[in-house]
C-alpha cells in the first residue's frame, strides 16, 4: 500500500527526492513519516507531516531535509539536501492512523513502505 521510492547514490553535498506513494486507500488525515535505518543501527524517526501540514524533524536532518505532501497525487516527500554520509542508510515510509500530535517511535505507525537505499558517498 505504500510505495517508496527516488533513492540511490549521490555525492555528499548533493541532493535526493525520495517519494512515497500511497494506493489502495488515501491515508489523508493521518501522519505520514520517514524513518531510516543504517546497517547495525536501528530504525530511526527523520520526519513527520500531519494532515494539517504540521512537521517535525530529527535534529540531524533539521535545515537540510523538507517533507511535504501532495494531497491529490497521495504521495508524501521527503527532499534531503546537503546530504552527508552519515546519511546513507535505507529510508522507509512510515503512516500512523492516530489523531494525536506526531509521534517518533515506530511502534506508532501502522503502515510501513519497503524501503529504498540512500548512499552518500564521501
Known amino acids: 500500500q505504500l510505495q517508496a521510492s527516488g533513492g540511490g547514490l549521490v555525492q555528499a553535498g548533493g541532493s535526493l527526492r525520495l517519494s512515497c506513494a500511497a494506493s489502495?486507500?488515501?491515508?489523508?488525515?493521518?501522519?505520514k513519516a520517514w524513518f531510516r535505518q543504517a546497517p547495525g543501527k536501528e530504525r530511526e524517526f527523520v520526519a513527520a507531516i500531519k494532515w494539517i501540514n504540521t512537521t517535525d524533524y530529527a535534529d540531524s536532518v533539521k535545515g537540510r531535509f523538507s517533507i511535504s505532501r501532495d494531497s491529490a497525487k497521495n504521495t508524501v516527500y521527503l527532499q534531503m539536501n546537503s546530504l552527508k554520509f552519515e546519511d546513507t542508510a535505507v529510508y522507509y515510509c512510515a503512516v500512523d492512523s492516530s489523531r494525536v500530535p506526531i509521534r517518533v517511535g515506530t511502534r506508532s505507525y501502522e503502515y510501513w513502505g519497503q524501503g529504498t537505499q540512500v548512499t552518500v558517498s564521501s
Open positions: 489502495g486507500r488515501t491515508f489523508s488525515h493521518y501522519t
